[in-house]
């Protein structure tokens, strides 16, 4: 019976495991427009704060599309987009827009982008002008009204 229990046990853990990777193939895409756009937002005002950075990590912590990933892969990637913006805004903008663009005409993951970037823009207590055009220009690019979510 032990023997019967330890393949049982087995086959539970890869089937889990093969879960994760379907959802974390299903749902890199998202990730990535998810810190590009973050990383939009916290760039948009020439200054990322802590409090950004601390607000999108507990996002995608508590996202049950998002917390298969590791959370140093999502650094590394919201590290990445920054840079991009510290290198060159335009270069880095083109990026992230490329990114964000691929939930285009998948409205519900879009909607959700931009409620996360709202989120991010107040999560020092001042979304400014910078970062609510940014989070416009998003909203446009993926088909959507920035006056649904008060922008």
Known sequence: MSAFNSVKDWLNQQKTSVSEGISRFKNKEFMEAV????AFVA????????????KMAGYIERSEELRVFDMKD????????ADGFEFDFVIGKGEAMKA?????????ASRLLIRVCCAIGMSDGDFDDDE????????????????????
């Open 35 to 38: 810190v590009a756009g973050c």
């Open 43 to 54: 760039c948009a005002n020439g200054e990322v704060k802590a409090e950004e950075k601390r």
């Open 74 to 81: 999502v650094i590394k990637a919201f590290s990445h987009y």
């Open 100 to 108: 964000i663009g691929k939930l285009k005409g998948k409205d519900e």
């Open 132 to 151: 609510k055009q940014a989070v416009r220009e998003m909203a446009t690019e993926l088909g959507l009204n920035p006056s649904d979510f008060g922008l």
